[in-house]
């Protein structure tokens, strides 16, 4: 699949696809070349607001299928992509307008959400954007598919399945403020693709997005505003009760004081990796259906909303996630107290819980006692190897002494490096996980005295913070159960095949302890 105005010709002369390929110039050793054996361009293809943008490409013999030549999915016609849904783009295009791909031109990828067909007609002028495209970029610019890139992949992730929603069509420049790039709408095209690939057809798979698209309240001149739902009263059919979210549940962690283990896919199932212009900067907790908690130093250098994503589910900063949502974020809202302070993220839209999802309970007054156990995660590019597997230590609640206040919370010492921001301090109480209090790389370590302590401050500080921003806070799971949150679905289980990308160093308990993040 390819996008229409690549082909202004119906010649296969001298046109061959390479599979598998990595870069432009030099050696690629998991590649192969086909020719192509048939172009047919959409009939209703027009140049000219480039509707109806989307090409097949017959091969002139099949490939085989390796780690590094796989087809990916349709995206169905009942599918829905809100606007903020995380997607990728690759291609060998230019990097900047007039701005070529430098030696060896290796392929490229840039993580764009989703950006409603009201509002990108707003920005391109009424009726420019048509019902056949769909639209991803950020509002101030910056990121972007650029020329050269034409007929590539957009794509988003579901579950464990990568899903194409796009063909890179065309834009107004590159990479500028409020002019977001135009790609070909796949979902729109199932009858036509079968209607030339009548064996050996693609997978479709049906897209959704959860919650309300915010698109759907956006207005411009010529793009009408859309009327309010309206409820048709009929007869109501029997209505069963929607379980209520709880927190601090993670199915997959079976952590014991004491105890040594490895990280994997799900233990820590509210980890969330903070990421600014796709790159990590800190780490948070998933605290609400749509918020994130993380530390307030984090947002220092740059506030601004459209830079940051948050990525939930994932394990590893590099390599494959297969459990991973990638979500934009609406707000940032910091607290404002003496001291450390903390930061809520909301959410443009609430990620479907599962094993590798889940809320992580707020502590608001409990009480831990001295010599129990708690444990803190996140990630750092110094640790976990070439793919920085996400890291853990546990440490004991200590008694603060000197330190001792109603705001503090001690452990044995803990040296936390800025990977580490934001991620919680957690504890196991009556079966649920509680956040004790958020990570900071400026921390501090109480040395004078012959058993150190590194003093948080409590979560409980925060308290009027919460409360006001987050509303009502998530109560926790039952102690006696141990079943699956209500609405949430358990992707594939790992194939043994691939535990050893998860293992790790074992982190044992002594009295000074690093976080290797």
Partial sequence: M??????????????????????????????VSSTVSTIINHPDYNSRPHDNDISLLKLSSPVTFTNYILPVCLAAPDSVFHSGTGSWVTGWGNIGQGVPLPS??????VEVPVVGNRQCNCDYGVGRITDNMICAGLRDGGKDSCQGDSGGPMVSKQNSRWVLEGVVSFGNGCALPKFPGVYTRVSRYQAWINSHITTNRPGYVTFSSSGTDSDLSVTCTGVPVLPPTTTTTTTTPPTTTAQPVVCGRAPLNTRIPGGSSVVTAGVWPWMVSLQQNGRHVCGGALVAVDAVLSQANCFSSSPTVSEWTVVLGRLKQNGSNPFEVTLSVRNITLSNLTGSNVALLSLESRPALSDYIQPLCLDTGRSFSVGSTCWASGWSSDRGGEEQVLQEVQTLVSDCGNASSTDSFCTGSLTLEQGASGGPLMCKQDGSWFQASVLSAETSTTTTRADPVTVFPKLNKFQTFLSKNLGKLLSPASSSSNTTAANSTAPPTTSSGATTHFLLHLLLLSPSLQLFL
């Fill in 104 to 109: 060896p031109q290796n392929l490229m990828e």
């Fill in 2 to 31: 390819s996008a229409a105005h690549c082909f202004t010709s119906s010649s296969t002369t001298n046109l061959v696809m390479y599979l598998g390929r990595q870069r432009q110039e030099g050696p690629n050793p998991n590649e």
